[in-house]
């Protein structure tokens, strides 16, 4: 069976401070990954995805960055956090290819705060 | 950029009616629709997709598809208060992008 970790679970941090959350998929090799940010009650936003190894492609510009080391594995990160990236940041995945027939599967997201 | 609205925001229902919630969104082009249920401080599930013009029905769901008018409908049936969460639209194309609707908050009431 497929598993979807995400770390932190929540964190708190102050303006310009940097940032790196984590997402690791096991059971399930070359997927494709994605990253969401959900602002509190706000619409579900596509930040990133992979396909690949090494290739990230972006959606929204939110002054994120993300990156692919390992087949496995999704980083987010930022050099300098602004209060606008509080949110809840949730990791995805799906087969590869992901076509019209593939549902995402989640993760169990990432509380920021940032102050 | 697709645009995808859902309505109505907030919907209450009473336990083992039926639950309608819909979502309109800008692209006739595009491929895929999901829903996507989610409970607080948790990450999306999917229930039930479609893609074709028509109908689809999976167990006490059913959805609705009409690429003409833009528009998709979610249905439950027999609505139970374990079915209380935000109900999400996800539209896409055949690229890898997806764009999420505003959402329907959906309580059920015993």
């Known amino acids: 069976a497929q598993t979807i970790h995400q770390w932190p679970v929540a964190e708190i941090k102050a303006v310009g401070s940097p940032l790196s959350l984590g997402c690791t998929i096991k059971g399930k090799s070359s997927p494709n990954l994605y990253w969401y940010w959900q602002a509190t009650g706000g619409t579900l936003q596509q930040l990133f995805y992979?396909?690949?190894?090494?290739?990230v492609e972006s959606v929204v510009q939110l002054n994120l960055s993300a990156s692919r080391p390992k087949d496995d594995q999704f980083i987010l990160s930022t050099e300098k956090l602004l209060l606008s990236h509080s949110g809840f940041y949730l990791c995805?995945?799906?087969?590869?290819?992901?076509?019209?027939?593939?549902?995402?599967?989640f993760g169990p997201g990432t509380r920021l705060t940032v102050l | 950029q697709e645009k995808v609205q859902q309505s109505p925001e907030s919907l209450i229902v009473p336990e083992g009616a039926m639950s309608s919630l819909n979502c309109t969104f800008s692209n006739s082009a595009s491929q895929s629709i999901w829903w996507y249920q989610q409970h607080p401080g948790k990450g999306p599930e999917a229930l039930i997709?479609?893609?074709?013009?028509g109908n689809k029905k999976e167990g006490r769901l059913t959805v609705y598809l009409n690429r003409a008018s833009l528009h998709v409908s979610l249905h439950i049936r027999d609505s139970q208060p374990s079915d209380s969460a935000v109900y999400l639209c996800a539209v896409s194309s055949n690229t890898n992008k997806v764009v999420f609707g505003t959402g329907t908050r959906l309580q059920v009431l015993p």
């Open positions: 997709s479609i893609f074709s013009n």
């Open positions: 995805a995945w799906s087969l590869r290819d992901w076509g019209s027939s593939y549902e995402q599967y």
């Open positions: 992979s396909i690949t190894v090494g290739q």
